[in-house]
């Protein structure tokens, strides 16, 4: 198993770029998550999902979208870029709601 | 704000000290409660997980954590510490009142240890 993949590892965008952050994983999860993390602020939680069509707002939605077709696959949008965006993304996924996480290797975020 | 506190940002300790990492969090009822762990440049990792039972949970590496309902913590500890571990610790919650679905972390705590 590759676990959980995330593309690409580095961005830079300018402000006002859209985007999509991919994530997959090939460990037939049902719960898939995004988080955000940022110096003294550990991982923040932008949106989740619970199985393929259901997604639902974390702690800091504002800016990004998710949307979730596949069990495979939970790409995460930002719609207009800005420098407060600037982070380094994690996907995550675990079979159930009890179960073990698991991170990808996170995707490096610039805006300028 | 965040609902899951960690009460000290950056620890600092000699080899074979003993280490104590406090946790709270401010759900009520029922929670599932977790560390991982994030080595420099890697993934998080997990370290142990409480859900019920012995309040008292063991995990990898030699660490362990205690669950006080009580006082809404979920303190990591460690006998002796190695270099190895230095490494930056999160707490993390899946509170009932979200179904469980949310994974909710703290800001994490920045782990040094001098040889």
């Known amino acids: 198993n590759a676990g959980v993949t995330q593309t690409p590892k580095f961005q830079v965008l300018k402000t006002g770029q859209s985007m999509t952050l991919q994530c997959a994983q090939d460990?037939?999860?049902?719960?898939m998550s995004w988080y955000r993390q940022d110096p003294g602020m550990g991982l923040r939680l932008i949106h989740y999902?619970?199985?393929?069509?259901?997604?639902d707002q974390g702690e800091v939605p504002n800016g990004y979208n998710v949307s979730r077709s596949t069990t495979e696959d939970f790409p995460l949008r930002l719609l207009s870029a800005a420098p407060s965006q600037t982070s380094v993304y994690f996907c995550?996924?675990?079979?159930?709601?009890?179960?073990?996480?698991?991170f990808g290797p996170g995707t490096r975020l610039t805006v300028l | 704000a965040q609902s899951v506190s960690q009460h000290n940002h950056h620890v600092i300790l000699s080899e074979a000290a003993s280490l104590e990492l406090g946790c709270n969090y401010s759900y009520g009822g029922t929670v599932n409660l977790f560390w991982y762990v994030q080595y420099p440049g890697q993934h998080l990792q997990l370290l142990l997980k409480?859900?019920?039972?012995?309040?008292l949970v063991k995990g990898i590496k030699g660490f362990e954590a205690e669950f006080i309902k009580s006082k809404f913590s979920f303190n990591l500890r460690k006998p002796s510490v190695q270099w190895s571990d230095t490494a930056e610790y999160f707490c993390a919650v899946t509170p009932f009142s979200g179904g469980y679905n949310k994974l909710i972390f703290g800001a994490g705590t920045r782990l040094a240890v001098h040889p």
């Open positions: 999902s619970v199985g393929a069509g259901i997604t």
């Open positions: 460990m037939n999860h049902e719960y």
């Open positions: 995550a996924s675990r079979y159930g709601p009890t179960d073990t996480q698991y």
């Open positions: 409480y859900f019920s039972g012995d309040p």
